[in-house]
């Protein structure tokens, strides 16, 4: 218990650091959304730049302490502002469009890349120097190829050539977003080579995981006695060697979980998918300091909830852990 504590006090502290690089980056960097918008539209006279500062609280309007003071204050009354690129809709509102398209297709292939890699790496392992160990070396070398590169290949591929799968956007045109069976089957439709490029990018990793904290557990004391008792080689693996074994796995999983909010950047852009990677990259490029620092917000809290997450886990599953936090 002690040693939670002492985590979730680092991570509060965390917490505050990130909340205030997130506000002065973004102040700091030349240019702001107003000049962003006056190259915009052209037409617009240059006695509107001073109204358009004051209308979305930016430029030399007040100093800069006060107006991280004021964010301070918006953030603790669940404030995120008005986007003045989409003016007059809060921020919030396009965060919350955004974040399921990301959550269920980037979180999806999360799942399914951890599941299918643990699995793999637990025979690989198992059966040492097997088909699965002979071709770990390839998938580690996919695992290592960049998301957009795979992205690339695979519009091209699939899409361009082969015309099997859409290549852009979340959903086909013209169909209303709801819990509706075209909808959905588009949506499912164009999820599927983002979701694979995800898949064949990172499995490698969990089953080259895998495979090696398997090797060293299989080899332990406890593993060889059950072996020697003539248990069937399925309780032995799975109950014994991969049970020890996941343990820094699960750990990773939940990490990785965290950063699923985040997105994809490179791979939403490739694929023009509206997930909050897209947003980001918008609001980034277009010096969109209310939903970039929103956004940042949400990731750096999800990522902090989720080392959480990992510690209690962590602490739940190895009674060393607990030991020491005493």
Do not use: C
């Not at 939670?4 to 960097?29: C, D, Q, S, W």
């Not at 075209?182 to 895998?210: E, K, Y």
């Amino acid at each position: 218990m002690k040693f939670l504590l002492r985590r979730i006090g680092f991570y509060l502290i965390a917490l505050f650091v990130a909340i205030t690089v997130n506000f002065f980056i973004p102040r700091l960097m030349p240019g702001n959304v107003v000049d962003s918008l006056m190259a915009k539209y052209p037409t617009l006279k240059p006695q509107a730049q001073h109204a358009l500062e004051i209308l979305l609280g930016v430029g030399h309007n007040g100093s800069l302490i006060g107006q991280y003071f004021t964010y301070l204050h918006q953030l603790a009354t669940g404030n995120l502002g008005i986007d003045p690129l989409q003016f007059p809709t809060p921020v919030i509102s396009i965060i919350k469009a955004a974040l399921p398209w990301t959550l269920v297709l980037v979180g999806t292939a999360t799942v399914i890349a951890w599941v299918l890699g643990t699995l793999l790496g637990i025979f690989a392992a198992w059966r040492r120097g097997g088909f699965l160990d002979q071709i770990l070396p390839g998938l580690s070398f996919i695992q290592a190829t960049p998301y957009f590169f795979l992205a690339l290949v695979l519009v091209w591929v699939l899409s361009i050539h082969f015309h099997l799968f859409p290549s852009q956007q979340g959903f086909s045109n013209g169909l209303a977003i709801g819990w509706n069976g075209p909808f959905i089957a588009s949506a499912l439709d164009h999820a599927i080579l983002p979701a694979l490029t995800i898949v064949v990018t990172s499995m490698a990793g969990w089953m080259l995981q895998m495979r090696n904290v398997m090797i060293t557990t299989i080899g332990e004391d406890y593993v060889l006695a059950a072996q020697a008792k003539g248990l069937a080689n399925r309780r032995v693996i799975f109950s014994y060697a991969a049970r020890n074994a996941i343990l820094p796995s699960l750990s990773g999983f939940a990490l990785a979980l965290g950063f699923v909010v985040s997105g994809t950047l490179l791979m939403e852009i490739v694929f023009n998918y509206p997930g909050i990677g897209t947003q980001l990259y918008t609001a980034v490029t277009s010096n969109d300091y209310p939903l970039t620092q929103a956004i940042f917000l949400v990731i750096s809290v999800t990522v902090l909830v989720a080392n959480i997450v990992a510690d209690v886990i962590y602490v739940v599953s190895d009674p060393r852990a607990r030991s020491k936090g005493e």
